[in-house]
């Protein structure tokens, strides 16, 4: 399809480790990016990893990137309150981004 | 240094008049785009800026959508005759570089009444 596909919704305990999937569709992406965004704010990037790597750890930051089934993880370890946001994966087409519809994360204490 | 920013923050218009939205890119970037963001949903690509080239405007939704770009500075979005069904978030970003990192604005909320 067309779409960079998210799960919506992910809830997760603080201090435990959230994990979120998307689905892209691009194999020639050359990037695949991963923003933050916090209520009433514009987009943060958070990460991003070339296509040519499996893995890229960034302190609390893991991602997973597999690209025979097209699949890119983001992992946050030891999650906390501030990290409740909506997470959107992005992967670059020619000069653009085409994002993913954002999954909401909610940390509870 | 500073960011990308954006004026107003907040625009309430009633249906059927212009409005006007403005996006200051950080200084040196060349590229510049503009999205939508709808209550709810991911964003909506709307219109490309890349130095002196032609705009990439395949993702503006309407005639009624239109957006200019001084050089590489200062970009204006304008929507004519808004209708309620524009009300969103205007995202602006900028880029530099080969890696496509764009680095966004912190959005005007647009309410068509």
């Known amino acids: 399809g067309e779409d960079v596909e998210q799960s919506l919704f992910l809830s997760v305990r603080e201090g435990d480790s959230s994990v979120i999937n998307c689905t892209y569709t691009d194999s020639s992406s050359t990037y695949l990016y991963w923003y933050k965004q916090e209520p009433g704010a514009g987009l943060q990037l958070l990460t991003y990893?070339?296509?040519?790597?499996d893995m890229k750890q960034d302190q609390r930051l893991t991602v997973l990137l597999n690209k025979k089934d097209k699949h890119l993880s983001l992992r946050i370890a030891d999650t906390q309150t501030g990290d409740s946001a909506i997470y959107f994966c992005a992967e670059s087409k020619a000069d653009k981004l085409i994002f993913g519809t954002g999954t909401r994360l909610q940390v509870f204490p | 240094g500073a960011g990308v920013s954006q004026s107003p923050s907040n625009k309430v218009t009633e249906k059927g008049k212009d409005v006007e939205l403005r996006c200051d890119p950080i200084s040196g970037h060349t590229a510049l785009y503009w999205y939508r963001q709808r209550l709810g949903q991911g964003l909506e690509f709307l219109i490309y800026?890349?130095?002196?080239?032609?705009?990439?405007k395949s993702g503006l939704p309407s005639d009624r959508f239109s957006a200019e770009r001084t050089g590489e500075s200062v970009s204006t979005l304008t929507i004519q005759r808004t209708q309620q069904e524009d009300s969103a978030v205007y995202l602006c970003a900028s880029r530099t570089g080969q890696r496509n990192e764009q680095f966004f604005g912190p959005g005007t909320r647009l309410t068509v009444l």
């Open positions: 990893i070339f296509s040519n790597m």
């Open positions: 800026f890349q130095g002196n080239s032609a705009p990439d």
